[in-house]
Every structure is written in structure tokens, then in C-alpha cells.
């Protein structure tokens, strides 16, 4: 096998954000710009050589190119084996259970997430470690370092491989094995959830489905395991082709994006139950006939009745969120006596609290949930567990959540996101935040007197790693919060998130429209941030 190596010279943008770097399709394409991302992940990696590591991505466009070039990549490296999904494809939780199953090295999963694709759109990459589960910050940090520095790459000349046939082949001194993307997310699937009791419910029709897999990764495992397996009728998923573009949408599963599903949730011919999921399969969003289910509260309802699931039934050793979460799955802890867990933003940080047994279910505000089944967070996960919960419970969606709250109160929660804004004055605007930020505490306005004030640290309680700067929270005595960051995940210019959230233990009041219920809140915001007085914006781009 001839090993070529190739000179090159660094690139000063590939730091990785939330997940991984991510691109637009035209960065990437740049010669030598993904060589330089891949070599850099493959130098940060001690005893690589006789390894095996897992590949595979979202499918959108550049997936099969890159993967391509990573197979080369992966041989000149000494890489033995790599374990990829048929046609290049694995959504996220299934790469992260591949694997664990397989037990390999790790694996590198490709997909800008809920990012549009195509050639003009994003595309991206990212490591995952041998529990499943996103590099940590130790591990990217010294792969930017190595970004910065690199001279050289070493790919090896052999053919293209044949992503399409399954099965293993030999290529120059690397074994290619071709497995099924679906098959061992759908079996373990069935091992966590009670698939007799989904069955019975879906197929006498008690419970109906509108799933929208976005032409995404999610449609070919959501009528595997929903229509084969559980006998949903195939027209209960929708756009459920994968695309390489996504057919033209933005693959992020909001009532925003997801306009299709929302508007049949939210008809007369509602079904019992819809959701959809994102472009690499790892988000979901949870409706119910006439309701949206936010992320936090999803998490919540999840954490509280994780017993009526067969995996969960003994019951869980803990919870975590990230910190603009909404506190609704504090409460549960609370209650059942669990402990709780406050993470920065980014599925890696609950990694090691999943591999320490601390907790058993984890969730986030950007549309995440999971559990310790993989160390992603996973959408179809979370579209059965609630089908298994409503099939259980015999109960619509919107009967269950407003029992939740009845029991535990409702943390009204929305986010407010300013998407593309120019970073000078997205820097502006955080600078202006931080210099208020020691003056606040104690100070009224209206009903609610600021408690604290402060920029969010957090230090991992299984190796005691310090992550900064995650994040500026103020935070009321009354329990309302507020929220700002800048998104990790975004490729045009930066995104300013608002998280909102206000605590109403009064169940006359939880019917509120969010948006009216958080207007105060949402006004002193802007007071405080100037988003719009700076930017010149009326509203936010995306409200969830
Ligand atoms: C990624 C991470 C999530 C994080 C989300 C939002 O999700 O895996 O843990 O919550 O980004 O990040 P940001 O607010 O920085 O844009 P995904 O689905 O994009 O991989």
C-alpha cells in the first residue's frame, strides 16, 4: 500500500464548537482543509495504530466524498479497521452505539446536525471517544493546538471502497466492514422499550403517529423500527427520504421548522401522537393533538416517570441538565430524591457523569434527550419513550404534561434566538452584559429582584476539569431566570440565544401562552442585552 504524505500549511479556523467543526460545504472543500481536520484528530490520539474506529454520517452532501477521504486517511494512519454504516450513513446515537457495541477505539461521525446541507449550506466532524460519546474538551482542545501547528498529512493511495455492499473487504492494509445503520440501533431499541405493548397499541389504533424525519438521517430508521417493527401505517412518517439537502429545509425539529407536522398537530385530524427528529437524528420534538411539549419539560415528564419503561424500572440514579435548561427536572429530582446535575451547554459534558453511574437520564433545552443507552442524546429514544409512556399511561400527551405540572408546578420556558448577528456587536453586547453583571444583585425591577449575577463555570465532579465561560445567568429570587449565550454550532456570523424561564405553581395560570406569561422577563432582557437597540432587529429570527 503506497503512503503518500502530503505537505500543507494550517488552517486559523478550526476550532471546535459545541460539536465538533462546522463548516460551510465550500470551507471544507478547500484543498487540504479536511486533511488538515482529520490528521489533526488522528496526531491528538495516543495507540492508534491497530485500532478500530467507527464511521458514518448524517448524508448530507460531502458525506460520501469525505468518508472517502477519511477511509484513505484512517489507512495511511495505521488504523486496522473501521466499522462504517451502509452508504456511509449512521444517525448520531446509532454511531455512538455502534461504538459501544463493537467496543472500538472510536469513531468519527460526520454531520452538521440541525444545520441546512448542501453544496452551498453546512457540513461538519467530529470525534467520538470509545464510550460513544463526543471528545471531551481535553481531547479538542489539543486537537485545535494541532490544527494550529500541522505540516503534513498521510493519506494512501488505494481505491474508492464500495459503501453500498455490506459486509467486510480489504482495502490496501485496512479491513472495511459495511454493517446495517439500522439494525443494531433498532435491536437495542427493543431492549429498552416494550415493544408488545407499542405494537398492540399502534395496531388496534389507539395510538395514531405523525413522525417527520425532515429528509433526514431519521427516515430510514423510523420505518424500520415504527412501521415494520411496530406496525405504524407507513403514511405516519412523512418527508421520511433521506436528502442530501434535506430537500431544501433546515432540518431542526421546532414548531419554526417543522411547519408540516406542527400544522397537522394542531388540526382537527390531529393524531395521537407526532414528532420529528433532525438532520443526524440525535434532536427530537415531542407533540401531542393540539400541544408542543418543550424540551424541558419533555425532560422532566421523562425523569419522573422513567419507572413505566422496562430498561428504567428499577428506577434512575440521577438526572442532569445544561444550565439554560429549564429547572422543571429539578424539581422531579427533588421529589424522588435524585441527584441533579447542572452542566455547560454540549452533550460531552454529561459523558462523564453517565460513565461514573451519576446519572441515568439527561436532557437539554436545544430539543436533546437521552439516557446512559449511548452517550449521545437521541431522538427516536425519545419518540419511544413517550409512544411508551402514552401507551402505558393510556393518556394523550396533553393530559400527561398538564398532570405534571398540576404536580410539580410549570416553569414557563421559551428561547429567543438572533441568528447571523455581526460578532463585533455580538462581543459588544456580551461586554455590555458583563459590566452589569457585579452591580445587579439585589436590584428590583418589577416583580422580579435579581438573586445572582454571573458568568457560568462549572467543574466536572468525576474529574474535576474547570470548563469558563459558559454562558452569563441572572437569576430572581422568585425563581424566574434569564439566560444569554452565543451559539457553538452556528456557521454565519454568531447567534445570540435568550432562554427565558419563570416558575407558576398556580394550575389556573399553566395554560398561558409562553410568550405573554414571559413578556416582563422578555422585556428586562432586552434592557439588559440592547439586542435589538443594537442590531437594529424588531424580533427574534427563532422563538422555541
Ligand atoms: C449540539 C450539542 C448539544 C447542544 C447544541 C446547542 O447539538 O450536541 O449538546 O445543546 O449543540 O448548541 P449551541 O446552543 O451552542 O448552538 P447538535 O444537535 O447541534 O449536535
Redo the contacts with the bound molecule.
Sequence with gaps: MQIDIITTTPFDDQKP???GLRKKVTVFQQANYLENFVQSIFNSLDDLKGKTLVLGGDGRYYNRQAIQTIIKMAAANDVAGLIIGQGGLFS?PAASNIIRKYQAFGGIVL?A??NPGGPDEDFGIKYNVSNGG?APEKFTDALFENTKTIKEYKIAKIDDVDLDQIGEQQTGNIKINIVDSVADYAELMAQIFDFDLLKSCIGSGYISLCFDAMHAITGPYAKHILVDVLGASPDSIINAEPKEDFGGGHPDPNMAHAKELTEIMFSDQAPTFGAAS?G?G??NMVMGAGIFVTPSDSLAIIAANAKSIPAYSKGISGVAR?MPTSQAVDRVAAKQNLACFETP???KYFGNLLDAGKITICG?E?F?TGSDHVRE?DGLWAVLFWLNLVARRRQPVAEIVQEHWRQYGRDIYCRHDYEAVDAKIANEIFDHLKQQLSGLAGQSFGENTVDYADIFSYTDPVDQSVSHNQGIRIGFTNGSRMVF?L????TVGA?L?IYLEKFEADADKHDQDAQEALAELIELAEQFCQVKQRTGRTAPDVIT
Excluded at 487 to 490: D, E, I
Design positions: 464548537g459545541t460539536s448520531t454531520s446536525s440541525h463526543p433532525d443526524d440525535d434532536r445544561s451547554t454540549g452533550w437539554e436545544s436533546g442524546k449565550r451559539s457553538g454550532t452556528g447567534t440565544r
